[in-house]
């Protein structure tokens, strides 16, 4: 008898309540009439090895891995992706037939992907980027930014030092700029990017003038409660090309799907607004 248990996926964290994962993957296994499920997981750190060990036994095809587990999802993986090992961190992991896990981290993929969708005429080579951080999410930014070709990376951060060691990671192309004189490096930018949790609702605003920004730049802000930050606001108000960050979101889900239910997924409005209204 073959067995015909429904594909299993889902995503970890600790807290996990906050996710969107299991709406975004709920509408594509609905879109694509998968019978699967995709299930949110609270796991506590201690917990991380023997909690993924045990997914793996009940059959799991593989999770998400959000905070606070991104490097012990790294360290768990028999194989990782290229960009995992580089951004140091893995949001994706796979449980092989033959009992290994894959780790990859699709952020800088979903934030690339964002960028060409909603700002299509955007081209990584055409100036040097300004990003805007040094969490984890900026290690993923900067490091799609830089495979994506950008000539020069300038990258400002309220603690000096994470800047300094990204850039120490990263290379020469990245330049540290000293937070208290970040709007100055706007000037000459083609992309700017904002990594940090500022604008975020309960947190303060961004501010950064961009006057000095070229006309043609663009601007993504990669926090998406609320979708209108105050910092894309500004930037709108200068007339800047725009990108607000809900679609890194939905594409760094792509991978992940596609591997472990079957169809390359879509990422189109009828999604944005499934999550939007969740
Ligand atoms: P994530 O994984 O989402 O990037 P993180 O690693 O905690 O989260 O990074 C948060 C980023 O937001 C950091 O760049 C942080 O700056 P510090 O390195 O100085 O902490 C930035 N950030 C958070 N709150 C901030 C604030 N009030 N002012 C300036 N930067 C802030």
Redesign the pocket.
């Known amino acids: 008898m073959t067995d015909t248990a429904p594909p299993l996926a889902g995503v970890i964290g600790f807290p996990i309540g906050h996710s969107r994962s299991p709406v975004l993957h709920g509408y594509w296994l609905k879109r694509y009439e998968i019978g699967g499920f995709y299930v949110p997981i609270s796991l506590a750190p201690a917990d991380f090895t023997d909690g993924i060990r045990g997914l793996q036994k009940l059959g799991f095809k593989g999770v998400n891995v959000t905070?606070p587990h991104?490097v012990s999802a790294l360290n768990i993986a028999d194989t990782v992706s290229d960009r995992a090992a580089l951004i140091g961190a893995v949001n994706t992991l796979t449980f092989r037939a033959d009992g290994t896990i894959h780790g990859d981290n699709t952020d800088g993929y979903g934030f690339i992907e964002n960028m060409r969708q909603y700002a299509p005429d955007w081209n990584a080579g055409s100036g040097p980027a300004l990003v805007?951080?040094?969490?984890?999410?900026?290690?993923a930014v900067v490091s799609a930014l830089l495979n994506a070709g950008v000539p020069e990376l300038r990258l400002t951060?309220?603690?000096r030092q994470?800047?300094d060691l990204l850039a120490e990671h990263f290379g020469a192309r990245v330049q540290v700029v000293d937070?208290n004189r970040a709007s100055d490096a706007v000037d000459g930018v083609m992309t700017i990017v904002n990594?940090?949790?500022?604008g975020m609702e309960g947190?303060?605003e961004?501010h950064m003038n961009l006057d000095a920004a070229p006309g043609d730049a663009t601007v993504c802000d990669i926090v998406y409660t609320p979708l209108h930050t105050p910092f894309l606001a500004m930037a709108q108000e200068r007339g800047l090309c725009c990108v607000d960050g809900l679609g890194m979101l939905l594409h760094q889900g792509v991978p992940g799907f596609e591997t472990w239910f079957g169809p390359r997924p879509e990422v189109d409005d009828g999604l944005r607004q499934a999550v939007l209204s969740a």
Do not use: E, Y
């Open positions: 905070i991104k805007i951080g040094a969490g984890g999410a900026a290690r951060n309220r603690t994470r800047a937070w990594t940090t949790s500022l947190q303060p961004l």
